[in-house]
């Protein structure tokens, strides 16, 4: 599966060190067990997102159903489908109340610098039916607690909705969600376009 040199996932590592870029490339790209069980996850979650105008909000549903992505063939048991509900039950309210949905949709945040190889996937977007709301939703399937106040993977997926939807309003409220079943549940962070234009774009500038 193609990866961007600089993905939003990345960001942190290479903010923190900027050699690592470099340094894994000498390495070849293997997953452990516990990546290749939440792309599992999110291979369930995109088709739950996206089957059939949400006809698996209960992802009870998904039980016993065989899927077969990148890292091989599984099956749906209930522990997984338990963690996918989690996500649904946060997605559901918004889109029942007129927001549009997209599922596993690729962003491009180096649009904004004339850049080909800064883009990333977002597993979940909302945007308000005003679109002066727009939230971007990560999915972790791990059980580490991951904070979503100022991370550097959900501020290149905000600066990415910035870059492909072209939003100048500098009043547009931005929202990044960590779900993440195993760990703290759902974790939020807000900001604004005018804050992701002016002050963290310049720094993630610096990283890359």
């Known amino acids: ?22 340094a894994e490339a000498a390495y070849p790209d293997r997953s452990s067990p516990a ?7 999110h291979t369930a ?16 549903a998904l039980i016993g159903m065989d899927f077969e992505d990148h890292e091989g063939k599984f099956v749906v048991d209930k522990a997984r489908a338990d963690r996918i509900q989690v996500a649904l039950d946060f ?6 109340n007129g927001w ?13 610098i004339f850049r080909g190889d800064w883009w990333g996937t977002a597993d979940i977007i909302l945007i308000s039916p005003d679109t002066m709301h727009i939230i971007v939703a990560d999915y972790k399937d791990g059980s580490m607690h991951v ?16 870059a492909d939807w072209i ?25 604004t ?12 500038v610096e990283v890359i």
């Open 1 to 22: 599966m193609s990866h961007a040199e600089f993905s939003p996932s990345g960001m942190k590592r290479k903010a923190l060190c900027p050699a690592s870029h470099a």
């Open 147 to 162: 904070n979503p106040y100022e991370n550097d993977h959900g501020v290149s997926y905000l600066l990415a909705i910035v």
């Open 167 to 191: 939003l100048l309003d500098p009043k547009v409220q931005m929202e990044f969600v960590i779900i993440q079943p195993k760990a703290m549940g759902v974790s939020t962070w807000g900001t």
């Open 91 to 96: 997605v559901k309210p918004y889109v029942e």
């Open 100 to 112: 549009t949905l997209y599922a596993e949709k690729k962003v491009n945040p180096g649009n904004l």
């Open 45 to 60: 979650l995109e088709f739950a997102l996206s089957a059939g105008g949400f006809a698996y909000y209960d992802a009870g």
């Open 35 to 41: 990546a290749i069980d939440g792309t599992h996850t």
């Open 193 to 204: 376009v005018e804050r992701l234009t002016n002050y963290y774009l310049p720094k993630m």
